[in-house]
T-cell receptor, first 113, second 112 residues
Framework: SAVISQKPSRDICQRGTSLTIQCQVD?????MFWYRQQPGQSLTLIAT?????????ESGFVIDKFPISRPNLTFSTLTVSNMSPEDSSIYLC??????????FGPGTRLLVL | QKEVEQDPGPLSVPEGAIVSLNCTYS??????FMWYRQYSRKGPELLMY????GNKEDGRFTAQVDKSSKYISLFIRDSQPSDSATYLC????????????FGSGTRLQVQP
C-alpha cells in the first residue's frame, strides 16, 4: 500500500487567513482525493485531483475557497482560504492504488479561532 | 435520506465477543465496498475491500455484502481492546465516479 504523509499535522489559525496543506505519496498515483472530516462526523469529499487536469469539486465546495494543485504524480496541495471557525476540521488526502483501493494520509487537524 | 446509513454507536462489548457492524445503502450502482478503521487522531486505515456480493475473510475479520438487500456487514471475532476504534463503511461505483461515499462511522469499545 502507498505511504502518504501530510504537512502540517495540525495548526491553529486566525480567521481570515489561509493555510496550505501538503500531501506527499511514496509512489506515483493517478488519482488523489481531498476529504474533510468535521468533529464527530464522517468523511466528506471536497475534490478529486488528477495530475494534468483541473480538480473536480463536489457540490458545496468551490475552487476559490479550496484551491488545489497537483503538479506531479506524487504530490498535491489543498489551500483553505479566508478561513472561518466553521472550517475547523480534519483534512485528509487519499490516493487510489493500481488495485483501485484508497489509502488515506494521517490527516491535518485545523482549528480556526 | 443519506446514501449510506450506519449506526453511530457507541457499541461496547467485552473482550472476546463477536462484534457485528452494519451499513445499509440506497445507491444500487455501488459495486465496491470497504471497511476502514480509524483510531482517535489518526487517518482511516483500510481493513477490508470487497467487490460485489459475497464474503471475504481476513484473520479475525469477515466482510459480507448482500447487494439484493443493499446491506453490508463486518464481523470481528475474538475482539480485543486494541480493536477499540471507529469503524467506517465506504463504497463506490464500478465506473466513472471513483470517490468513496462513507457511512457516519460506528464507535466500538472493547472492554478488557
Amino acid at each position: 500500500s502507498a505511504v502518504i504523509s501530510q504537512k502540517p499535522s495540525r495548526d491553529i489559525c486566525q480567521r481570515g487567513t489561509s493555510l496550505t496543506i501538503q500531501c506527499q505519496v511514496d509512489s506515483q498515483v493517478t488519482m488523489m482525493f481531498w476529504y474533510r472530516q468535521q468533529p464527530g462526523q464522517s468523511l466528506t469529499l471536497i475534490a478529486t485531483a488528477n495530475q494534468g487536469s483541473e480538480a473536480t469539486y463536489e457540490s458545496g465546495f468551490v475552487i476559490d475557497k479550496f484551491p488545489i494543485s497537483r503538479p506531479n504524480l506524487t504530490f498535491s496541495t489543498l489551500t483553505v482560504s479566508n478561513m472561518s471557525p466553521e472550517d475547523s476540521s480534519i483534512y485528509l488526502c487519499s490516493v487510489e492504488d493500481p488495485g483501485e483501493t484508497q489509502y488515506f494520509g494521517p490527516g491535518t487537524r485545523l482549528l480556526v479561532l | 435520506q443519506k446514501e449510506v446509513e450506519q449506526d453511530p454507536g457507541p457499541l461496547s462489548v467485552p473482550e472476546g465477543a463477536i462484534v457485528s457492524l452494519n451499513c445499509t445503502y440506497s445507491n444500487s450502482a455501488f459495486q465496491y465496498f470497504m471497511w476502514y478503521r480509524q483510531y482517535s487522531r489518526k487517518g482511516p486505515e483500510l481493513l477490508m475491500y470487497t467487490y460485489s456480493s459475497g464474503n471475504k475473510e481476513d484473520g479475525r475479520f469477515t466482510a459480507q455484502v448482500d447487494k439484493s438487500s443493499k446491506y453490508i456487514s463486518l464481523f470481528i471475532r475474538d475482539s480485543q481492546p486494541s480493536d477499540s476504534a471507529t469503524y467506517l463503511c465506504a463504497m463506490r461505483e464500478s465506473t466513472g465516479r471513483r470517490a468513496l461515499t462513507f457511512g457516519s462511522g460506528t464507535r466500538l469499545q472493547v472492554q478488557p
